[in-house]
């Protein structure tokens, strides 16, 4: 059956479309298939107060428990209360280095699975699929894993010790992507689909859905070929927003960011790396920002000896810097580039390009004795980018309005990004806490209720993961716990049963291929 030119049935309506198949959509995907949490009979959790909660009901499953009240006292990392409690459940005292065993036992309970769709433009996985391959993720390898499936386990099975207790992003890619299958999701994920409306719409009896529609790329079927872009529409009752926030470069907004030489992704910087136009003999380079982009930016030029200017807008002991909040002995990498940001700035009055030339070509016992270790690196705090110029210079503004211009030959400004919803009305921005104002995960996410992380604006619309404000893989799994539970709790209250598995996934076999994934 075609359903692109056609008025739904009823059994067409599908309860959950999830958009993103990161590890955030994965998570909720797990959920929404039966895979149940249970306080274990053996379990006890190191938190008296939670573990006698949970106690009082152990015969039901998290997902009929009242987590507001599971969440009272409960505190962590996170400002999102059920991320904290669903965390401390996964990873009971993991901030303290404590290897605790969750008090969690997982059943398969196929009867309570719903029928759901996990739109991803590429392989499950998401936005790991194309981060630099080589370099250790932030967090601990326990804290990437995701419910059922022990990411040391797998990797031990990959003949791979874990060093420093972290792995590296293709490693955390190929796991996502292992997770799905192992789990027997595929059935559930379309992959190479590019969302472009979503929206609501009134059926003729009068019941309203979200319509989601977009484009689903098919590889050719031979060489004379070429790939193809299918239309698609979906319905369903709920949408969940899992995106990510990794689309669209955040930029300055200052004359000249468009010029050539001014770029907004490491990826860039690796380009001219491999292609040869930057090498130690290019004039210095000058990285924008103070976060953990930036610093694999001046990690990877420091290794290649080209001289690096480094400009950010707060103080190097801000708290609020990622590097002030980093273990030094977990993250020694990080631990070296905040030296540099400390050890080597610029003071007024000195001339940058003498100070990096003398740094960079001084004879390396010189170096050894010199108060300046990282030879080819300056600091520039509390500064601001005021404009770029067409000839590679850069005017930067101190404190006080103090102007210093740079002559460079690449500039990365790499400040964040945005995720991109150009498939909701003004890109999402009446959804968020500020709808004057772009979604970011820092200062403008998504404004959900904290319980269910519903929209406040929009029933039935769910928000998840970096748009919500969790950047860390650790604490988005307290999302899918709150959406699974609140659309139980709908369930319940409606008297509704689930549409069946088999008339959905006949509506969805006519429009979607699903994911094929490598063995």
């Known amino acids: 059956m075609d359903l692109r030119n056609k008025e739904p049935r009823c059994e067409d309506v599908l309860p959950v479309v999830i958009i993103g198949n990161g590890p955030s959509g994965i998570c909720l995907s797990y959920l929404l298939s039966g895979y149940t949490p249970y306080l274990s009979p053996e379990g006890s959790h190191p938190n008296p107060v939670l573990h006698s909660k949970l106690t009082q009901n152990p015969h039901l499953s998290l997902f009929e428990q009242d987590l507001e009240y599971l969440c009272e006292g409960v505190e962590g990392r996170s400002s999102n209360p059920v991320a904290v409690l669903f965390d401390s459940l996964l990873l009971p005292d993991s901030d303290f280095g404590l290897d605790c065993a969750s008090p ?22 998401g936005a790991w699929h194309a981060m630099e391959g080589s370099m250790l993720t932030l967090s601990l390898a326990n ?90 529409s979906v319905w369903a009752e709920n949408v969940v927003l899992a995106t990510g926030t990794h689309d669209i470069p955040a930029r ?97 009055g000195e001339s940058p390009a003498d100070m990096v030339s003398q740094r960079l070509s001084s004879p390396r016992d010189e ?40 002559q460079v030959s690449m500039a990365l400004v790499l400040i964040g990004a945005h995720p991109n919803l150009s498939f909701l009305p003004d890109q999402g921005r009446p959804l968020s806490l500020e709808p004057d104002e772009p979604i970011s995960c820092r200062r403008n996410p998504v404004d959900v209720d904290p319980y269910t992380y519903e929209s406040v604006k929009e029933a039935g619309l769910y928000a998840m993961g970096p748009l919500v404000g969790e950047n860390f893989v650790r604490f988005l799994k307290g999302g899918a716990l709150a959406i699974v539970c609140d659309l139980a709790r709908k369930q319940t209250m409606s008297g509704q049963k689930n549409v069946q598995e088999s008339s959905a996934g006949h509506s969805l076999s006519c429009q979607l291929s699903n994911c094929t994934l490598d063995a």
């Not at 309970?109 to 590429?122: C, F, I, N, Q």
């Not at 292992?178 to 003729?204: D, I, N, P």
């Not at 924008?288 to 930016?297: C, E, F, M, Q, S």
């Open 104 to 125: 969690l036992e997982w059943r398969y309970e196929p009867d309570r699975a719903t029928p759901h769709l996990v739109l991803g433009k590429g392989p499950p996985g």
């Open 143 to 232: 804290w990437m894993e995701l419910p059922g499936l022990k990411l040391k386990d797998w990797m031990r099975e990959k003949r791979r010790n874990v060093r420093n207790d972290r792995a590296t992003p293709a490693e955390i890619a190929s796991y996502y992507q292992h997770y799905v299958r192992q789990m027997g999701l595929e059935r559930s994920f379309a992959c190479g689909t590019t969302v472009t409306s979503v929206r609501r719409v009134a059926l003729r009896s009068g019941r309203s859905v979200w319509k989601v529609q977009g484009l689903q790329r098919r590889a050719a079927e031979c060489e004379e070929q070429t790939d193809s872009e299918i239309p698609f």
């Open 252 to 348: 300055l907004g200052v004359e000249g960011e468009t010029l050539p030489f001014v770029c907004h992704s490491f990826w860039e910087l690796e380009a001219a790396i491999s292609s040869g136009r930057l090498d130690r003999a290019s004039d210095p380079i000058l990285v924008v920002g103070a976060g953990l982009t930036a610093a694999d930016a001046i990690l990877a030029a420091h290794h290649l000896n080209t001289p690096v200017y480094h400009a950010f807008r707060r103080s190097v002991a801000d708290p609020a810097l990622i590097f002030n909040q980093l273990p030094k002995l977990l993250y020694p990498e990080y631990h070296k580039v905040h030296q540099m940001m400390s050890q080597q700035q610029h003071q007024p």
């Open 367 to 406: 170096r050894a004795s010199s108060p300046c270790s990282y030879p080819g690196y300056l600091s520039f705090p509390k500064h601001r980018v005021v404009a770029f110029r067409p000839d590679g210079k850069c005017v930067l503004e101190g404190e006080g309005g103090r102007q210093t211009v740079l």
